[in-house]
């Protein structure tokens, strides 16, 4: 697989033109017939192996009637596919590097996550998560959208075989933060808490008042790859990025040293957070 392949816009165009055939009804045997490829070929390009090229891209959107509006959110990623760097700027590229994320999630063999104001999002709760998403001013349609997609992210951590590796590092305060009523706080608390027995999930609270450390410049996401190189990314309000580059992957793996040399220790952080349900149900 070319390194192109597994970079993360490369996974966001493969998921769209998966999603773009499953939306319009059309077996995988079907298009190829109907655009004189395989279904080898088809299935590659929706599975991440191979990249198209952006007239194929625009062929098979055209042969799937995609929505305009569809259709250039997916030329954009094939037309940019090939650059390692990915930045998107305001809200409406949000929703592409989402993709991106998740198809991320899917393939990695480890993540971690340092999340200093906010439960991590493969952790929360539906009312949590719905409670972010209100706020931030999503139509209520929007917001179920995002809320079920992000029930469905979860899965990479609990399916039964193969569950991704996941390192949380989370901030004291996002244990305080009222995101929503006392009850969604508790009901987040006690999924943490579940989650965080699990053998392949490891939750670590970072407590305030520990001096200065990488970490207080804002979250980030490590992935990690079998096949590829890992990837470091970064969500903001109206902006995000996809970073490949290895010295900037290096400096993240060291951030995430001094991160885990300053955090609560996985029995400490349980206890941590059953002090914080306590503190809620008061």
């Known amino acids: 697989m070319s390194a192109t392949a597994g970079m993360p816009r490369a996974r966001a165009l493969s998921s769209a033109l998966r999603e773009a055939r499953l939306a319009s009804g059309i077996g995988v045997r079907e298009l190829g017939r109907m655009l004189d490829y395989t279904h080898v ?10 990249v198209p090229k952006i007239e194929t891209v625009a062929a098979i959107l055209a042969t799937l ?10 030329l954009d990623l094939a037309r940019n596919v090939h650059e390692p760097n990915w930045l998107t700027v305001g809200l409406n590229g949000i929703p592409q590097q989402l993709a991106g994320a998740v198809e991320c999630e899917r393939a990695a063999s480890a993540i971690v996550e340092w999340a200093p104001m906010l439960i991590p999002g493969l952790l929360q709760t539906l009312d949590y998560s719905r409670a972010i998403k ?10 179920e959208l995002r ?33 929503g009523p ?87 952080s349980a206890e941590f957070v059953l002090k914080a349900k306590a503190k809620w149900e008061r």
Do not use: C
């Not at 010295?247 to 951030?255: G, I, K, P």
């Open 182 to 268: 006392r009850e969604v706080m508790l009901e987040q608390l006690d999924q943490l808490l579940e989650l965080a027995g699990r053998s392949n999930v490891a939750v670590r609270i970072m407590p305030l008042r520990v001096g200065w450390h990488p970490g207080l410049l804002g979250p980030f996401v490590l992935y990690e790859f079998d096949d590829i190189s890992p990837v470091v990314h970064f969500e903001h309000y109206s902006s995000g990025a996809f970073i490949p580059a290895e010295h900037d992957v290096n400096e993240y793996r060291s951030a995430v040293q001094q991160i885990e040399s300053l955090a609560m220790d996985r029995k400490d």
């Open 134 to 143: 209100k706020s931030s001013g999503l139509s209520d349609a929007d917001t």
């Open 65 to 74: 009637r995609v929505t305009a509006g569809e259709r250039d959110r997916v």
């Open 41 to 50: 070929e088809i299935s590659n390009w929706e599975t991440g192996k191979r």
């Open 147 to 179: 809320v079920m997609l992000s029930a469905s992210r979860r899965e990479v951590i609990v399916r039964r075989i193969d569950p991704v590796s996941f390192n949380a590092f989370i901030g004291e305060a996002a244990l305080f933060e009222p995101i």
